[in-house]
């Protein structure tokens, strides 16, 4: 069974659990205070060109979301998504559960579109309606695609227009920042918003996100909403060493790069045998379109989520991870051409 | 410089990261639906001998307590816990950040006492004030004792009388269990409450504790409990891998009855050499009182917690880890007689 | 001036005060436990024929949605509403602010549609989503329309189906229940739903509306949270005397009924004077397009609120209240027939 | 039956209800921003002599608390109140339902001490724990008592030295001004805290208390948050009538006086006849203890409060109301002289 199903399926990259075993028999004080996060953070910091940045290691997506949200926004405000967002769909209300509306517009490509927030703005104009506080998107996007310098930009005008945050959810900054269509350095992208994080959890590590702030009043006091809201890893060392780890010898993009590329190569050869796909590839994240009577016989072969469904045809997604290897795709596309010819 | 910090100061136990590293190549399915997990589940079921528990591997100890008391309560139910209760005290106010209110009684010991308990309530009667829904403990406490047997039955009837949930927190459950004053055994402890915790992160685990439910209406759903509040892990298969291992060949009560002996050693040997000790040593944490001229020279060698301090005298905190050696006890010891001798 | 603004534009109801000054002199209990508010709960329970109904006198509709809203449901648990509700828009996130999602559906002339309910609930099928466990509706709608017998009866069932509690906000309930084209009773409607309040605020009261409550477990410790949500009313019996009245001598559908009355003659003849409407007429509100250039004649003479507008025309609100009289609509139709003629 | 339950327990004074019925045949605009509201905040601001000062009439204490507090601490952030403080024991959990922790020390009479305030303060010195924001008082306390000028300086310069806002509730704010102990205006009050609220519910209104904010940062959006947390009322100018009405004529304080005073006399007279006091009286609330033989016989002839209970003795609590008269308060003293002579 070849695993396409998404890219935390295994525990971590061979160079993540050498780094952790070398280690293992220090000792470190804890809540991420100790000098293995401390050096990660200076990389991050680097790496980013921004000294004043401070990072911050915590133990998962939805609840670096909860965290840096609830931190931005007074009890009334809001936070504007496309309707795609993963704040909107897939973390269980985890951001209505600290008191605050996610507000959304359409989504284009699964991204959120500067002018649709703008307009968003002004049909908020008094305090009968939430207060929009920051504005959070995914990069990649949960459909794989990613941002254009442009529209980055386009959105921290507005918010710097109308004094909000603007936040990047960086679950797959790394695929993001290595596909052939993005156009901008993490240096530049970090120098656009507030706060972003840099996903660990599905980019080879056990788990583990680094969150990085560069407003300095969103920063301060960043880590009591950390721990209220259930993100501080007592054992905060380990996240330390995992990510200094990954910021040695650009592991960090070197994982990312290579699921793109294998991502890429499906989504070439898969489109040759005459594939549709429901987004063009740009990422590690792949979304084929397969009459539904196919759908069986690619269950028995491999192992993907199923993204929609009508009467004729089934959307699948295919997602690539650092487990992932060339000979995996090969067999998936020799699969595919046999079960299309018969 | 020998760490007796804390009991979360090092990656993980050697067999814990051997497992790790064994099953490194696989892939497994995200959120805890992995066979790793459910293998793990079982193991713990067998041990409580309840095969209608349910067991959710969650990422921190705040993190669970969240999770089970938010999912308890009405907008309106409250939490009892005595006043030096983790979450009453050192968690940021997590639990008020769910909405609602740490109603508190003193400690005796670190422990809460079944009469404090029944009193509260009764002085709880209407809607003007908040309901009690849930009883909060720490097994082993926050000082390092351990309840009894009788106790814990005193405090389960309460709840029965007056239908509230009873929910220990067991960051520290391995040492309560190993205590040489412990009189019951896990299944006993588990039959008398609705739902515990088995604490990973401060027993030899990367991090994760065991959620274990055995009351079925509190059971209902909790997996959305889980991802709202932050405590979803997307690696749950890791936590699985490494409770497996942890309830394998009797590991998980190895680690803390080591520890346990560790700090029974240096209580009873401190004791000898004139050392007082707020609290009588019954796990892992010992808490000796020293005159204030002697801290500095400690801080030398060994790692520590100030607890308290007055004009004359400092308590200060020693905790044994799965990284605490018999010959580190052994410097320990001899360091302070020599400290104390001049 | 005249005031068609909207219906909370005056202090009261002349009978409502006058009922208000001469028990001005007695005492009374606090907290709705007052003989006044349970002679008014009773005749609330005649009137929908329900004795184990309860009634609870609370002091604004956004204080009663939430009070509602948050004790129906579990922490990851969400409301389903369409997307011009009244929680979801015009509440600056109370609902939100309790820690649930409003999970909404494009409206239909202002109605929530009982298949795009059963389409949203299947839609959220595990725990990575909120849980839907309630459904709000406005009866009358933020449009002015009334629900008919036929979707309630559709709403109610999918509710059943999916154990779901149905809610009705009755803001304007006496404008929907005396509407030309409802075709039930209060009675058949609070049969099907298992809560509504009756909007005392827009129906001639000072302040205050009056939550029925018909299920028994929704019911249970609801004081609880009606306190906990800033709804519980001290003076609880000035709700309790205001209501008794209303509910005397057929004054709360008397009220409702003028007003519908009067809106229903400034539709007919203004839509002889050609103006056009967002939506046809049912209750006390209506919403005349007219082109931008009248705006300010009208404003000179009438005070209304603008809904929406374009480039050229723009949508207003006028709505009847206990204080129109059919003199004041007189004029208004006059006034716009001067404006159109010239 | 005399009723000495509570302050609350009539409909209004009969000034109030004339200004209401004066002018309830005219129409104003909603949410407070009328010229009724608009007159009364100016005599407010005029009585504190603060132009800069923001005045908002919102609908109960409860309501009104949650609002600043929720207001003015970040997700993570706690009030500071004495143990007895009504937000603490009497609010159903209000302030935790919007995510924060209530702090406490032990009440000294009903007050909170400036130097437990700061010792609190210091005892929380790190991200582990809550962060102090606010320090909440009574003015007049739970117990009736009155904070002095002095004390009332050493909260104000504690909260100035840690940045802490502080915030005075007033439910019965009148009664503390106008005690014989009181040796400040509200002026001077008002220049020592960031925002407190005269209560117009427990003095004389059908409801209502008027929130001042005198603090810039504190005022920004809070409309926001008073819609948001429930306490925006739709009919607004019904208090800016009610209060526009207290604040002329010094009504607002002669009321208050005439119950302190006729509470002044039960307590000599009492006194006089050998009862003891929980409290000196100070405003309106008094606390006598009676043995527990003598309370059904009172309970005949007067309605009140059981306040608590021992084997003995059992203290009760007497308030006197703007309905309270000469004749009653002799009628009782009358009573209790019969009663403890058989």
């Known amino acids: 069974m070849i695993n396409l199903r998404n890219d935390y399926c295994g525990v971590c990259h061979p160079k993540i659990l050498e780094a952790l075993c070398s280690k293992s028999k220090n000792t470190y004080v804890g809540y991420g ?4 996060s401390i050096e990660a953070e200076n990389k991050i910091k680097m790496l980013i060109n921004n000294p004043n940045a401070s990072v911050y290691f915590t133990v998962g997506g939805t609840s670096t979301n909860k965290i840096v949200i609830a931190h931005a926004l007074k009890s009334y405000g809001a936070v504007i998504a496309c309707d795609s967002g993963h704040i909107n769909v897939h973390e269980t209300g985890a951001i209505e559960a600290t008191g605050h509306k996610v507000i959304t517009v359409p989504n284009v490509n699964g991204k959120l579109i500067a002018k649709d927030v703008e307009e968003l703005i002004k049909g908020h104009p008094d305090f009968h309606m939430v207060k ?6 995914s990069n990649a996007t949960e459909y794989g695609t990613v941002y254009t310098k442009s ?50 959890t599905k980019n080879g590590l056990i788990l583990g996100e680094a969150l990085v702030v560069t407003n300095e009043t969103l920063n301060e006091d960043i880590r009591y909403a950390i721990k209220c809201h259930g993100g501080m890893y007592a054992k905060g060392f380990v996240n330390g060493i995992m990510f200094n780890e990954l910021f040695s010898n650009n592991l960090f993009f070197e994982i990312a790069k290579n699921e793109n590329k294998l991502a890429e190569k499906l989504y070439n050869e898969l489109s ?26 690619l269950e028995k072969e491999i192992s993907f989520e199923v993204w929609s469904s009508n009467e004729d045809s089934t959307t699948i997604r295919f997602v690539t991870s650092f487990l992932t290897t060339d000979e995996d795709v090969n067999k998936v596309i020799h699969l595919i051409k046999n079960i299309k010819q018969n």
Chains 1, 2, 3, 4 share one sequence.
């Open 151 to 200: 529209e980055l930009i386009s959105l921290s005008n507005v918010c710097k227009k109308y004094k909000l945050y603007f936040y990047i959810d960086g679950a797959r900054l790394g695929c993001a920042l290595t596909s052939k269509v993005c156009d901008y350095t993490i240096e530049e992208m970090a120098s656009l918003c507030d706060a972003f994080y840099i996903g660990g």
């Open 272 to 297: 040759k045998l005459g594939v549709k796909f429901l987004f063009k590839q740009e990422t590690n994240q792949i979304f084929p379109i397969f009459d539904n009577s196919l759908i069986s016989e």
């Open 132 to 137: 929009p506080g920051i504005v959070y998107i």
């Open 33 to 36: 205070l100790d000098n293995e």
